[in-house]
Antibody, heavy 121, light 108 residues
Framework: QLRLQESGPGLVKPSGTLSLTCTVS??????????WGWIRQPPGKRLEWIGN???????YYNPSLQSRVTISIDTSKNQFSLTLTSVTAADTALYFC?????????????WGPGAQVIVSS | EIVLTQSPGTLSSSPGERVVLSCRAN???????LAWYQQTPGQAPRLLIY???SRATGVPARFSGSGSGTDFTLTISRLEPEDFAVFYC?????????FGQGTRLDIK
C-alpha cells in the first residue's frame, strides 16, 4: 500500500525558509511514471497547489509561488522535498504531499496526513 | 486560470437523504478534467471522482459525478453518517491546478 509522510519544522520565522520532506513507502518514486506534488491549505481557506516533480527532476510550479518555491527529489531515499523562501504569515498552512494519479498536472490519489507549518516570530 | 465556485457553501441534510453539490467554472474545463474530494477534519482529502464522472478506487456507488463544460455536480444518493464532511472540486490538466472553496455538508 502506497504511503506518504510529511516531515519538517512546524514553526518558521517570518522572512525565513520553510523546508518539508515527503517520504514515500510502498512504491519506488523512480520506478513509476507518476509526478509527485505539494498542496497546502491555509486555515479556513481552499486548497492551493504548489507544484509537482517527476523522478527525473522535471518540475511544474504554481505561477503564483514560482519565484519562491523549489521542489527537489532524492530517489535514493525515496523522498521529495519542498523549499519556500521569504515566508510570511500568509504561508501558514497545512502542507500535504501527494501522488499525481493522472501522470502530471492531474488529480491526487494518495495523500500524506499533512504537516502544520506556522510562520511566526 | 480556471476559477471554481462551489455552491452551496453549507448544506444541512440527514442520513438517508440525497444531496447534490455544485461546482461552476469561469471557463470551460478541457476534457472534463474535474475531480471531487472529501475531507474530514484533520484529515487529508480523499479522491472521490475524476474526469467528472469516474469513481476512484474503493469509492461507494452512492457517490456519482456528472457535468461538462462549466457546470459539474456531485451527487450522494443516500447519505451515510460517515459522509458528512467538506467536499472540494478541482480542475486539472493544465497549470495552475485549482480548487473550489468547498461545500460543508452538515448533519441536520
Amino acid at each position: 500500500q502506497l504511503r506518504l509522510q510529511e516531515s519538517g519544522p512546524g514553526l518558521v520565522k517570518p522572512s525565513g525558509t520553510l523546508s518539508l520532506t515527503c517520504t514515500v513507502s510502498g512504491a519506488s518514486i523512480s520506478s513509476s511514471y507518476y509526478y509527485w506534488g505539494w498542496i497546502r491549505q491555509p486555515p479556513g481557506k481552499r486548497l492551493e497547489w504548489i507544484g509537482n516533480i517527476f523522478f527525473s527532476g522535471h518540475t511544474y510550479y504554481n505561477p503564483s509561488l514560482q519565484s519562491r518555491v523549489t521542489i527537489s527529489i532524492d530517489t535514493s531515499k525515496n523522498q521529495f522535498s519542498l523549499t519556500l523562501t521569504s515566508v510570511t504569515a500568509a504561508d501558514t498552512a497545512l502542507y500535504f504531499c501527494a501522488r499525481d494519479g493522472y501522470s502530471n498536472l492531474g488529480y491526487f490519489d494518495f495523500w500524506g496526513p499533512g504537516a502544520q507549518v506556522i510562520v511566526s516570530s | 486560470e480556471i476559477v471554481l465556485t462551489q455552491s452551496p457553501g453549507t448544506l444541512s441534510s440527514s442520513p438517508g437523504e440525497r444531496v447534490v453539490l455544485s461546482c461552476r467554472a469561469n471557463e470551460s474545463v478541457p476534457a472534463n478534467f474535474l475531480a471531487w474530494y472529501q475531507q474530514t477534519p484533520g484529515q487529508a482529502p480523499r479522491l472521490l471522482i475524476y474526469e467528472a464522472s469516474s469513481r476512484a478506487t474503493g469509492v461507494p456507488a452512492r457517490f456519482s459525478g456528472s457535468g461538462s463544460g462549466t457546470d459539474f455536480t456531485l451527487t450522494i444518493s443516500r447519505l451515510e453518517p460517515e459522509d458528512f464532511a467538506v467536499f472540494y472540486c478541482q480542475h486539472y490538466g493544465g497549470s495552475p491546478i485549482t480548487f473550489g472553496q468547498g461545500t460543508r455538508l452538515d448533519i441536520k
